[in-house]
């Protein structure tokens, strides 16, 4: 199983271990402290992955092993499909890029992102020269794809997004909201179960897919009702759909892929 014990952690990065504690005979971090939380996730990003990468102190602190797996679903799909080097964008990278990233890093494709936040972008194209790697940011200008300049007569074989998911009355409140506080940019999707942002990626994205073109979709478990009226969607624009199910801890994640058949 792919992950990173919190002893082998402590041994890779010594800045970890004033984050530690002991419980019984086992070490622990507390994940409610943002900084630990982020700390722990440089580090399984650094051995696990081979990056480097840094987080804003004010953004969502993203699980890099679920991002992987994540990532891994949708291009054995795209494999399946027989596309071998696909032209990649990603809907919402945030501060970190971690999503770009990985698929630069293990995988032949080729890599737009986008992001809305000026600070978040500024921060993602760091990450990205610092790993040396070729990924093209940006700004969307608070669009998703349709009227963003660089996109005019482009077409993607993947578009990827683990999108902003929380209703429109969502309120942060720390852990619960998201995992760590974060901007509202990042967590609120619209919506009565937070499937508006999903709607109308699902809506403009076919328009931008190339024949057997994937748009690739993650969401928690909770509630069953956006899954299904995501699902729903895709159906009614003409997308052949799978879903898969990932988990990492007491995560349980939904990979939901629509195909351009």
Request: without cysteine; glycine residues 8%; charged residues 35%.
């Given at each position: ?40 996730n440089k580090t399984i990003l650094n051995v696990l992955f081979g990056l480097d990468i840094e987080f804003h102190k004010n953004g ?17 799909t795209l494999k399946n499909l027989g596309i071998e080097k696909p032209v990649v964008l990603e809907i919402g990278t945030g501060h ?145 759909v799978e879903v898969d199910e990932i988990k990492t801890g007491n995560r349980l994640r939904y990979i939901i892929k629509g195909i351009?058949?």
């Open positions: 199983m792919l992950g990173l014990k919190i002893e082998d952690a402590v041994k890779y990065n010594k800045n970890l271990k004033k984050y530690t504690y002991k419980k019984g005979d086992k070490l622990r971090i507390n994940f409610k402290d943002k900084e630990a939380l982020m700390e722990y969502l602190i993203p699980t890099p092993i679920n991002r992987y797996l994540f990532i891994k679903s949708t291009f054995e970190s890029a971690i999503i770009p990233l990985l698929i630069k890093k293990f995988y032949d494709a080729e890599v737009y992102a986008t992001e809305v936040d000026d600070e978040f972008i500024n921060f993602a194209k760091r990450n990205i020269e610092k790993n040396n790697l070729d990924i093209k940011i940006i700004n969307s200008k608070g669009k998703i794809i349709k009227g963003i300049e660089e996109f005019k007569g482009k077409k993607f074989d993947l578009i990827i997004s683990y999108p902003p998911f929380y209703s429109k009355n969502s309120v942060a409140s720390g852990r619960k909201f998201g995992g760590a506080l974060a901007k509202d940019v990042e967590l609120i999707g619209g919506g009565k179960f937070g499937e508006e942002f999903s709607i109308r990626l699902i809506d403009e994205g076919i328009n931008f897919l190339n024949k057997k073109g994937v748009i690739s979709l993650m969401m928690p478990k909770k509630p069953e009702k956006r899954r299904e009226i995501i699902i729903k969607k895709m159906e009614d624009v003409g997308l052949s351009k058949m």
